[in-house]
């Protein structure tokens, strides 16, 4: 059983920067992906980066190309996400996602995570 909390979310102007830490107890294999994605109210839940397989090759939505990094600490058991440069159109309810069964879904799939956290709000304004 693994669970995942997320923290650092709030409200910034575009533009300028936040930070996201997921705090993960519990274990899986560690080749297994770990993720964040958001989704607002009229879209489907967006995969917007990812950490994957042994190399832990980063994965990144295109609009957020250049501008998110994602990270982990193993010795701290924790995934991070720093969003620079940030736009309205990042406005979503950001969620930290872990896999644990062996599948052939894409790292961008909601349907290749088994556990997700609560979510933590991010809000651009113009």
């Known amino acids: 059983q693994v669970h995942l909390m997320e923290s650092g979310g709030g409200s910034v102007q575009a533009g300028e920067s936040l930070g996201l830490s997921c705090s993960i107890s519990?274990?899986?294999?560690?080749?297994?992906?770990m993720a964040w994605f958001r989704q607002t109210p009229d879209n489907e839940r967006e995969g917007v980066a990812a950490?994957?397989?042994?190399?832990?090759?980063?994965y990144y939505h295109r609009s957020v190309q250049g501008r998110f990094t994602i990270a982990e600490d193993t010795a701290w058991n924790t995934l991070s996400l720093q969003m620079n440069r940030l736009k309205p159109e990042d406005t979503a309810l950001y969620y930290c996602?872990?896999?644990?069964?062996?599948?052939?879904?894409?790292?961008?799939?909601?349907?290749?995570?088994?556990?997700w956290g609560q979510g933590t709000q991010v809000t651009v304004s113009a």
């Open positions: 996602a872990a896999q644990d069964t062996q599948n052939g879904h894409r790292w961008s799939s909601p349907l290749k995570y088994t556990y």
């Open positions: 950490i994957c397989g042994s190399t832990r090759y980063k």
């Open positions: 519990g274990h899986t294999d560690s080749d297994f992906c």
